[in-house]
């Protein structure tokens, strides 16, 4: 990273990314080495590159997650979340599986490595007297990573449908409203578009297109309190 050092100083600094002051808040001076660096700079541009990395770990993960989550079967991405629900539980037979789980999809999120069967070191005894270990089955920490990322993926198609359907009801309403005759939803949404843009279009550069700014008061009948409603003038 290259330094900068200030005025006739002997100290090197480091400059903010995208700003004209170095990390300790002085203004920038020119590129160049001194014999000592800036403890303040040191310390913040460390901070803020870990910081970074972080950031970009997270990401990095996330998008492995999300990618994993992607490549399963519909009847897993059922059952995974299923199987985080249950949290631990018996391997009981087929007969005695959780309710949403089902052995085959089980069976691929274990070698997917988001679910596993381990020995509780538990045992009971059957009819026979033997004795047995007790096996279990839980979601591993990328089993529930993997599902979080499918509830996530869940929760933005939901927004999106709702955002369309909400676009679609604005759109039909204003084709009744100006009783425009329209024979699909595709019709009403694309009218209803351009609808939008004449008004923009319209009121460009007016007073209702814009927020009045503030103004000089002085000398005036009465005062307006700012960052109130202002359309009350003009009804």
């Given at each position: 990273?290259?330094?900068?050092?200030?005025?006739?100083?002997?100290?090197?600094?480091?400059?903010?990314?995208?700003?004209?002051?170095?990390?300790?808040?002085?203004?920038?001076?020119?590129?160049?080495?001194?014999?000592?660096?800036?403890?303040?700079?040191?310390?913040?541009?460390?901070?803020?590159?870990?910081?970074?990395?972080?950031?970009?770990?997270?990401?990095?993960?996330?998008?492995a997650?999300?990618?994993?989550?992607?490549?399963?079967?519909?009847?897993?991405?059922?059952?995974?979340?299923?199987?985080?629900?249950?949290?631990?539980?018996?391997?009981?037979?087929?007969?005695?599986?959780?309710?949403?789980?089902?052995?085959?999809?089980?069976?691929?999120?274990?070698?997917?490595?988001?679910?596993?069967?381990?020995?509780?070191?538990?045992?009971?005894?059957?009819?026979s007297?033997?004795?047995?270990?007790?096996m279990?089955?839980?979601?591993?920490?990328l089993?529930?990573?993997?599902?979080?990322?499918?509830?996530?993926?869940?929760?933005?198609?939901?927004?999106?449908?709702?955002?369309?359907?909400?676009?679609?009801?604005?759109?039909?309403?204003?084709?009744?409203?100006?009783?425009?005759?329209?024979?699909?939803?595709?019709?009403?949404?694309?009218?209803?578009?351009?609808?939008?843009?004449?008004?923009?279009?319209?009121?460009?550069?007016?007073?209702?297109?814009?927020?009045?700014?503030?103004?000089?008061?002085?000398?005036?009948?009465?005062?307006?309190t700012?960052?109130?409603?202002?359309?009350?003038l003009?009804?």
């Amino acid at each position: 990273m290259n330094t900068y050092v200030i005025g006739r100083g002997h100290t090197s600094h480091y400059k903010q990314p995208g700003s004209h002051l170095t990390y300790c808040g002085r203004t920038t001076g020119t590129p160049g080495v001194g014999t000592r660096m800036c403890a303040p700079c040191v310390k913040a541009e460390a901070r803020e590159r870990a910081e970074a990395e972080t950031v970009a770990n997270d990401h990095r993960e996330g998008a492995a997650e999300q990618s994993l989550a992607q490549s399963l079967t519909p009847k897993m991405r059922k059952v995974l979340p299923a199987v985080v629900a249950a949290g631990d539980f018996r391997d009981a037979g087929l007969a005695n599986l959780p309710k949403g789980v089902t052995d085959p999809s089980l069976q691929g999120l274990i070698r997917r490595g988001l679910a596993e069967r381990y020995d509780s070191g538990e045992t009971f005894v059957g009819f026979s007297g033997r004795a047995y270990k007790v096996m279990r089955y839980r979601a591993t920490d990328l089993g529930r990573a993997v599902a979080d990322a499918l509830a996530a993926e869940q929760t933005d198609a939901e927004c999106d449908q709702f955002a369309t359907t909400a676009r679609a009801v604005d759109a039909v309403t204003h084709a009744e409203n100006t009783g425009a005759a329209v024979a699909t939803i595709e019709d009403a949404e694309a009218l209803y578009a351009a609808a939008v843009v004449t008004e923009a279009e319209a009121t460009e550069g007016t007073w209702r297109g814009e927020w009045i700014g503030e103004t000089d008061t002085a000398g005036a009948l009465f005062s307006l309190t700012p960052n109130r409603e202002q359309g009350a003038l003009f009804t």
